[in-house]
């Protein structure tokens, strides 16, 4: 089961579709909306309907698997199991912070090819990497 929640102060009606299925949302006093669906967990596809409308991916998602415009899908955090609970990173006073574009970083723009790099960050003594915001856009990078 999942608990699907949207806010959406200008809906009349909020539905998830989950599964070729549309599950209600119950609108709260500050206009987000919610519902829990049993059919849903980690790895289901699902996309929001506004007033009847057209489905569309969920704002807040954190996985778009099929792009920004095809359904979001869920994801459980918890099932990673960390194994780096001992790494302390060196002082920042010390440190040279690289900020890295993964989409420009390399020729592929991937975090594998990324991966690849990363002895050449060290020769040039990058010590520590800020990712920059990764967020999902139409295009290919």
Known sequence: MHTFRV????ASKLEVLVGGRKYPLNRDADDWWS????????GTDYRFVIDDGNPIPDPRSQWQPHGVNGPSRLVNHAAFSWTDKHWRARPLGSSLIYELHIGTFTPKGTFLSAIEKLDYLVDLGVTHIEIM??????GDW
């Not at 519902?35 to 980690?42: L, S």
């Not at 915001?133 to 139409?138: A, V």
């Open 133 to 138: 915001p990764i967020g999902e856009f139409s």
């Open 7 to 10: 806010w959406g102060p200008q």
């Open 35 to 42: 519902g829990d669906v049993q059919a849903a967990g980690p």
